[in-house]
């Protein structure tokens, strides 16, 4: 039977409590704190890393598909899941989809892909959610919204836990919105929109499922169930009959925020993290109406191990020291026009060093054996000319050799870290230094490679890998 083979998810590093927004427009204060995405990441690039947690060490070659979620892709024209492919290093003859403009993408993503297992079109295909929504300044949103991806890799062999059943509905109901010219998410009077939207339909669709297969509440282990906010989240746990003190998955709201299209995919990843062989969870996705799935946990989810996941990335954060550090992370002011020229992107660059930018490939002599980064036609070392292999180089780790500070450079968050990096196969990689603290930054340090924004030039979003210490 076809189900879920692994799972992996991504949280910022990065934290803004809510007390400060309170603070910087001076309203009530909220317990908790949300996610920040990093000024060089978007959905994109934190879908890349929820894919990485969720593949790792396993065989890339053997996905047949991407499937990627979001209300905020990176691109109005342009598939992003295509780009995804290429950082996630997968191969070129794999199915690519975008699933966008809805708070359900990912449920949707999910029940095409494992449509698509079912119907022996696919052996594995990897589904990616992942939002970074803006919210209005001094708005509600603004304290809710959160960033952070989940991954999901589907197939029909090696499941950690099956798909036994699931129930959709679709509805035209318009509670949470944003419009082709609208920079900030709307909404509507919230008891309606909670009462007639979120509520009575996730309700349907949970209850829809429970009586299509003559299952009851306490059949269950977990109920994993996407939730505007903590008392909506409770509120809906206990009117479909489940315990929300001891049945109901943490939704992240107070840790990480309403992260939108990964939200419910986060949730179950974390259910999943503590799920035992015989469990069964009952997770559920809203947004233009809700679907619901069954799922139970197999005996291979004891050998599943070595993942970030939510638990990890929980542990490991650095709080933002205030809200005006926030703004300069969103762009969300109108800055002093800079006396440097603009930078510039070219796409036969991106086209040409593909491998490099977005595969994060390096090469291997044949002849001599060495590695080396970037790309050159004749080895550094032996000096046998076009004799190589594509190596990956995205998922080493290394340590700093050197590195250098610059406080005029043209970025927006000052200094500029550039560092030279010593990998595991004695690859020599240079890039720009992110998720860092400058005061802490030495030589010999721990760091690995992650997939990140290096520039909006051009008209484009240009991507590579930078390195961070490791988490």
């Not at 290429?86 to 990912?106: E, K, P, Q």
């Not at 505007?228 to 479909?240: G, M």
Request: hydrophobic share 40%; net charge neutral; with cysteine.
């Amino acid at each position: 039977m076809a189900g879920i083979v692994s799972f992996g998810a991504y949280i910022p590093m990065y934290r803004l409590a809510r007390v400060e927004i309170a603070r910087a427009w001076e309203g009530g204060a909220r317990d908790g704190e949300k996610a920040v995405a990093n000024w060089d990441e978007d959905s994109l690039t934190m879908g890349v890393e929820a894919a990485v947690d969720c593949l790792g060490g396993m065989e890339r070659e053997l996905v047949d598909g991407l499937y990627f979620a979001s209300t905020t892709p990176s691109y109005r024209e342009k598939q992003s899941a295509s780009i995804m492919a290429s950082g996630v290093d997968l191969r070129t003859d794999i199915a690519t989809a975008d699933f966008t403009n809805s708070l359900r993408g990912g449920a949707s993503a999910f029940k095409a892909a494992l449509d698509a297992i079912n119907a022996g079109s696919a052996k594995k295909m990897l589904v990616v959610a992942s939002d970074s929504r803006l919210p209005a300044p001094a708005s509600e949103f603004e304290s809710a919204f959160g960033d952070g991806a989940a991954a999901l890799l589907l197939g029909d062999s090696g499941v950690i836990a099956t798909v036994e059943g699931s129930y959709g509905l679709t509805s035209d109901f318009l509670d949470v919105w944003r419009r082709e010219k609208d920079s900030y998410s709307r909404t509507w009077e919230d008891r309606f929109v909670l009462t007639y939207g979120y509520q009575e339909l996730t309700e349907k669709a949970i209850k829809g499922l429970l009586k299509k297969y003559n299952l009851k509440p306490s059949d269950f282990s977990k109920i994993a169930v996407y939730g505007p906010d903590s008392r909506s989240h409770a509120a809906l746990v206990q009117s479909v009959g489940f315990d929300p003190k001891t049945q109901a998955q943490n939704p992240l709201l107070d840790k990480v925020g309403n992260t939108g299209a990964a939200l419910s995919m986060m949730i179950l990843v974390a259910a999943l993290e503590q799920a035992k062989p015989g469990d069964r969870i009952l997770w559920a996705s809203y947004g233009d109406g809700a679907d619901a799935f069954i799922l139970k946990v197999q005996d291979g989810i004891q050998k599943v191990s070595q993942k970030r996941a939510i638990k990890h990335h929980l542990e490991s954060k650095v709080m933002l020291p205030s809200y005006e550090k926030y703004l300069r992370f969103r762009n969300l002011l109108e800055w002093e026009p800079e006396r440097r020229p603009s930078q510039e992107g070219s796409l036969n660059i991106i086209w040409r060093e593909s491998a490099n930018l977005l595969r994060g490939r390096g090469q291997k002599c044949l002849t001599c054996g060495h590695t080396q980064f970037p790309v050159q036609r004749i080895c550094m070392w032996c000096q046998t000319r076009d004799n190589f292999e594509w190596v990956r180089l995205s998922d080493k780790k290394g340590t700093i050799f050197t590195f250098s500070m610059d406080e005029r450079a043209n970025v927006p968050v000052l200094p500029n870290v550039l560092a030279a990096v010593d990998l595991e196969n004695d690859t020599r990689y240079f890039s720009q230094v992110t998720d860092r603290d400058p005061a802490k930054i030495e030589v010999g340090m721990q760091v690995e490679l992650t997939f990140r924004k290096i520039n909006e030039a051009g008209g484009m979003n240009n991507y590579s890998w930078k390195i961070r210490p490791v988490r």
